[in-house]
């Protein structure tokens, strides 16, 4: 019975895609909190999808596709729009941005050349995402709330796990490829 609900997972992705616009539009705008309410709607559907797929084992090769696009559609985004309208430093948007789209090449390159399934993120993959909506969120309050802090050491520590996220992934990459050649 409960294999008639698979599609949940993936409803709940496709509905995070659908908040990116607004997400962005109300940061563009400077509503913050209009802005945050969706992005909580967001990040709530990506920890549910995740949960249900994996407890009620609603995983679909759609759902592997899906999952990650929404996420990085989310993040990127709101990054980009963030940094557009001045709310993080340049570095920081290219670092999150150059790290997403060596992930995607890198992943693309590893299963073409071992012709393997979509990869998995890692913990540290997982944690440095996590960071990052922690990060956003940071940002969000401090808009909201008006603060006048520096996230300097902020932007240091998420530069550094962020660059350390994506040594680990293109590290794994390199072991999987040479293993694979010298299986051949």
Not at 130 to 155: C, G, H, P, R
């Amino acid at each position: 019975m409960s294999k008639y609900f698979i599609f949940i997972p993936n409803l709940l992705s496709i509905i995070r895609i659908i908040l990116v616009y607004p997400i962005l539009y109300n940061i563009f705008l400077g509503n913050f909190i209009i802005s945050i309410i969706y992005f909580v709607i967001a990040s709530v559907t990506d920890a549910l999808d995740g949960f249900l797929a994996r407890k009620m084992d609603w995983q679909t090769q759609l759902g592997k596709i899906l999952d990650p696009v929404a996420d990085k559609l989310l993040l990127s985004g709101t990054i980009f729009i963030l940094w557009l309208n001045e709310y993080i430093p340049f570095y920081i948007f290219i670092i999150f941005i150059s790290r997403d789209i060596a992930i995607l090449i890198g992943a693309a390159i590893k299963m073409t050349l071992i012709e393997s399934a979509t990869p998995l993120p890692n913990f540290l993959g997982k944690f440095t995402t996590i960071l990052q909506i922690v990060y956003i969120a940071f940002i969000y309050l401090k808009e909201i709330m008006n603060f006048k802090f520096s996230l300097t050491s902020l932007d240091v520590f998420i530069v550094f796990i962020t660059v350390l996220s994506l040594i680990v992934y293109s590290a794994d990459w390199f072991k999987d490829i040479k293993n694979y050649h010298k299986n051949e």
